[in-house]
């Protein structure tokens, strides 16, 4: 497709992965499964029609621009890059136009698709031994993701295969479009998680430019796969997660978007079942899928060490589907292939440092426009570092330019702004634009404590314990009937740079490695400036001098070491130590320019993890969460960029500083250091929380199977962090009381 076709970007060719159970695809063609006997669906979803409870009726607002109606193309020079205004292109269907698609989609949306709105889900079963599924199998699972999808539920059933679909229409076409969906001709259904940003390359692509209906995102990747086969996922740009049952060959096509920004999760009984689902617990649902817990997750947890791999979850039998990869079943096989590499490629070579900040604008700006297209309400998470600010000031200039605004906003506040940096720096920033602000404090948590606390309560993922302050944002969103949240969650990661000091010193440049060590201690403040030079000299003397070889050996020894706390006996039947050099795999050593680094970087399990706990809190809490750094294009392109575009003078991000200087003001621009609010929210409402520590006391209680009692002892002691570590006991209790042999009990 052309939007991979930019100087930049350098995709690489796909080979194969593997991950448990399913084995590699081999380089070669794998044997043929036996054709489709040709079973019927049982029922079948049109592919056009309003659905339940929605009519088309002619709309105020015809000829009213929305935030998407601007006309253009790819702002970069040398560009064939989408618009990412595709979608404008559709008639509307009551007065033909496409300007005014959005409101009037908007208007035709039900009452009820206000309340309580939550990210759709996907489900399905595939019957590997020659039975069928039943319906009550598969509206279990989907009854379970309701909370996700509450503007209706579909199921699909044919043969040995069953789908199922949670909707929240996040986009104008999901609002008409009906999932699961099949194509009459072939037989194929899919069900589908997804927002296609390149609609615009993808129709004409797909021989629909003609077509005057709405077409929605679901049948766009039906039609990819029809005319691409399994190589569709290259082929697509955004979010997304999806199944296709193909009666053809009697085989099940999954795929997963390149960054991870959607989740799939999954279990492979060979020869009885596949079962899949958006959240681990889904596929838990099913009666034949085992419920062991995955005792080695529970150690990474005691360790903190979330980002283990990309496939793990809290279930030993269930596993998640890694981003960039695809996974075909059919009989006995199951086979994962990963369809896109990020490869650093060549160094982008620009004449100026205004150049560069001005193409990282373009491909920026072109990432958050995306993102703004939206059936419903938009936010931005505005938290005063310069990434969400980043993300609220482009937004808020795409929407004043097309007529609309002002931008919501959600900010977690201190109570004292006269103490509070990071509330200085928030009021800062909703001084450059338009913008509606809502704020949540927690002092009062604006009358959610209640609800706060019950997500504590029924905590699915111990992981996600430490969330209040998200879960308050995306809580607020909700109320305001708002279904998307922008944030710039994964800034720090895709704008990483390599080791700049140890890079400088390495290639000579002494001169320049000391003031960049001095930039480094202005922007981060540290109490001890002469131990913070020192340590910094002589770590990066490390890299830059070191052997490779050396510098991997003592890593090595170095994360080897057990996990302090674990229980001997739990040690010993997961392998802690063989987990932490496992886990150490994904970031190897490196000479200190090597762009392999800053690849690994972003290719870490960590911003994996990350985005779906991200993911969970908002579906959990009512919203849909998008993130314009997790776009392809601006991965690509900051992949390609010299170092010195990424970190120079101290100031990491220096490309996102120059390129927004103008739009931001520039105490948020130029601010040094860092402030989060996370840990007083969590503290704060575990202080309103009375009795929560009562479990702790117990001694039954789970936890204690799984860590020594000295360490129990000196965890509810707390150290440091009093509060917060007795909480990751609290979290890892009741996860064990809900899914393991336990009772609740308190």
């Given at each position: 497709m052309a939007w991979r076709g930019s100087a930049w970007r350098a995709c690489g060719r796909p080979r194969p992965t593997s991950a448990p159970p399913c084995r590699p695809r081999s380089s070669g063609s794998s044997s043929k499964l036996r054709p489709a006997t040709g079973a019927a669906p049982i029922s079948s979803s049109p592919a056009l029609s309003p659905g339940p409870g929605r009519t088309f009726a002619p709309s105020p607002g015809c000829g009213r621009s929305c935030a998407m109606a601007r006309p253009g193309s790819c702002p970069i020079p040398g560009s064939s890059g989408p618009s990412i205004r595709a979608w404008l292109a559709r008639p509307c269907p009551c007065c033909m136009r496409g300007a005014c698609l959005a409101y009037c989609f908007r208007a035709a949306r039900p009452a009820s698709a206000d309340a309580d709105c939550r990210m759709s889900g996907i489900c399905g079963i595939v019957a590997l031994d020659g039975t069928t599924p039943s319906r009550s199998e598969l509206a279990a699972m989907t009854a379970l993701l309701e909370r996700r999808g509450p503007e209706g539920t579909r199921h699909w059933l044919g043969g040995p295969a069953a789908l199922g679909h949670t909707l929240l229409a996040t986009t104008p076409e999901a609002l008409v479009e009906q999932l699961p969906l099949t194509d009459p001709a072939s037989g194929c259904t899919i069900t589908a998680d997804v927002r296609l940003d390149n609609r615009e390359e993808l129709i004409p692509a797909?021989?629909?430019?003609?077509?005057?209906?709405?077409?929605?995102?679901g049948e766009l990747v039906l039609r990819a796969y029809l005319l691409w086969g399994e190589d569709c996922p290259r082929h697509l740009l955004g979010d997304?997660?999806?199944?296709?049952?193909?009666?053809?060959?009697?085989?099940?096509?999954?795929?997963r978007d390149h960054m991870g920004m959607r989740q799939f999760n999954y279990c492979h009984v060979p020869g009885q079942i596949f079962v899949f689902s958006t959240e681990d617990t889904g596929v838990l649902a099913h009666p034949a899928v085992p419920r062991d817990l995955n005792e080695g997750r529970i150690a990474d947890f005691i360790g903190d060490f979330e980002d283990f791999d990309f496939t793990s979850t809290f279930f030993e039998h269930v596993h998640r589907l890694p981003p960039a990869h695809s996974l075909r079943i059919g009989g006995q096989d199951c086979e994962l292939r990963r369809y896109w590499r990020l490869e650093p490629g060549l160094r982008l070579q620009l004449e100026s440092d205004e150049a560069y900040a001005e193409a990282f604008l373009a491909v920026f700006t072109e990432a958050v426009q995306s993102r703004l297209r939206s059936s419903g309400g938009v936010a931005a998470m505005l938290s005063g570092g310069l990434d969400s600010t980043a993300v609220s000031a482009v937004a808020s200039?795409?929407?004043?330019?097309?007529?609309?605004g002002p931008l919501v906003t959600i900010s977690a506040v201190g109570p004292d702004p006269a103490k509070c940096p990071e509330t200085q720096a928030i009021q800062s920033a909703l001084s450059m634009g338009a913008f509606s602000p809502i704020f949540v404090n927690h002092v009062d948590f604006d009358g959610m404590t209640d609800e706060l606390i019950a997500a504590l309560q029924e905590t699915?993922?111990?992981?996600?314990?430490?969330?209040?302050?998200?879960?308050?944002?995306?809580?607020?969103?909700?109320?305001?009937?708002?279904k998307v949240v922008l944030d710039g969650g994964s800034g720090d990661v895709i704008l990483t740079s390599d080791n700049r000091v140890a890079s400088?010193?390495?290639d000579g440049r002494f001169s320049s490695a000391y003031h960049e060590l001095i930039g480094q201690k202005r922007f981060e403040k540290p109490t001890k400036p002469v131990r913070f030079m020192l340590g910094r000299f002589l770590s990066a003397a490390w890299v830059a001098f070191a052997p490779l070889a050396l510098r991997s050996r003592l890593r090595q020894l170095r994360v080897s070491s057990q996990i302090p706390g674990v229980a001997p006996d739990l040690a010993k039947r997961v392998g802690t130590a063989n987990r932490r050099r496992i886990g150490a795999e994904h970031l190897r050593i490196v000479a200190p320019s090597d762009p392999t680094w800053r690849k690994q970087v972003i290719l870490h399990p960590h911003l994996v993890a990350g985005r779906e706990r991200f993911d969970q809190l908002a579906a959990s809490s009512g919203v849909e969460c998008r993130d314009p750094f997790m776009d392809v294009r601006v991965v690509e392109y900051c992949l390609s960029l010299p170092s010195e575009q990424l970190e120079q003078g101290g100031w990491p991000k220096i490309i996102l500083r120059r390129a927004l200087e103008k739009r931001i003001p520039k105490v948020v621009v130029w601010r040094r250091g860092k402030e989060h609010l996370g840990g007083e929210f969590t503290a704060s409402l575990l202080n309103k929380w009375r009795g929560w520590e009562d479990s702790m006391s117990d001694p039954l209680s789970p936890v204690r199977r799984y860590l020594l009692h000295d360490a129990i002892r000196d965890r509810l002691r707390g150290g440091n962090e009093p509060t917060l570590s007795r909480l990751s006991l609290f979290a890892l209790d009741r996860f064990l009381r809900r899914f393991g042999d336990w009772p609740l009990g308190r």
């Open positions: 797909l021989g629909l430019a003609g077509e005057t209906r709405i077409i929605g995102d997304f997660a999806f199944a296709i049952w193909d009666p053809r060959t009697q085989t099940l096509f999954c795929a200039g795409i929407l004043s330019s097309s007529g609309q699915r993922n111990p992981f996600e314990v430490h969330g209040t302050m998200l879960r308050c944002i995306y809580a607020a969103a909700r109320r305001s009937k708002i400088l010193l390495a």
